[in-house]
Each structure stands twice: as C-alpha cells, then as structure tokens.
Nanobody, 126 residues
Framework: QAQLVESGGGLVQAGGSLRLSCKFSDTTISHYAVGWFRQAPGKELEFVAFISWKRFTTYYGDSVKGRFAVSRDNALAIVYLQMNSLKPKDTAVYYC???????????????????WGQGAQVTVSS
C-alpha cells in the first residue's frame, strides 16, 4: 500500500506552471520531512526541494531556485510543489519522499528518505 500518493503531473508549454501534490495516505508518517526529487530519461536522480515538518524550513536545488516553491498543509497531510516558469529541461518524473530524520546538511540526499511516492510525469514542451 502506497504511503505517499502523487498527483498533478502533465504536459505544459515552456513558461507555464504546474502544481504537484503529495498526499500522505498513511497519516502515521504525515509528520515526516519531505523532499522532492526528479529523474529525467538517462539521467541520475536530482534533488529538487525540501520542506521540514514543524518549522517549514525549505531548501531548493540550484536549477529550480526562484521558480519552484514547496509548501505543506499538515492538517490535510499534503505537500505541494508549485512549479513556475517551466523549461523543457524540467521534463522528468517527479518523486516525493518522506523521512523521519535527516542528517544535518543531507536534505538533498535520496538515501535519507524512507518512503517514496510512485512518481508523476512532468513534460514541458518548447
């Protein structure tokens, strides 16, 4: 049973926007920190964004700073990734992931995360 369910992917033209959602289907882990990662065809997994549970501390990958914004609604157990000014190079499968604890400075490391969503395809056309 999936514990993180993603939605909101799709096809958009360059310059457009999309919002991804990551819903905790298992509320026992809804207090976990959440990271977003993406993987383009033939490329390695790339860190996109992070948000902590309590203080909503955020971090972003260099390639998305100023264009993407991560937020969460703990009452609804949902984390969002708002993606603006999308570029063709943003095309990838996007994954949300949850972690009970994160080692300092390692929010961008995939191995810190215990639970992963199924992935959502985002395609940006030129």
């Amino acid at each position: 049973q999936a514990q993180l369910v993603e939605s909101g992917g799709g096809l958009v033209q360059a310059g457009g926007s999309l919002r991804l959602s990551c819903k905790f289907s298992d509320t026992t882990i809804s207090h976990y920190a959440v990271g977003w990662f993406r993987q383009a065809p033939g490329k390695e997994l790339e860190f996109v964004a992070f948000i902590s549970w309590k203080r909503f501390t955020t971090y972003y990958g260099d390639s998305v700073k100023g264009r993407f914004a991560v937020s969460r609604d703990n009452a609804l157990a949902i984390v969002y990734l708002q993606m603006n000014s999308l570029k063709p190079k943003d095309t990838a499968v996007y994954y949300c992931a949850a972690a009970s604890t994160i080692d300092n400075g390692r929010e961008n490391s995939a191995d810190q995360y215990e639970h992963w969503g199924q992935g959502a395809q985002v395609t940006v056309s030129s």
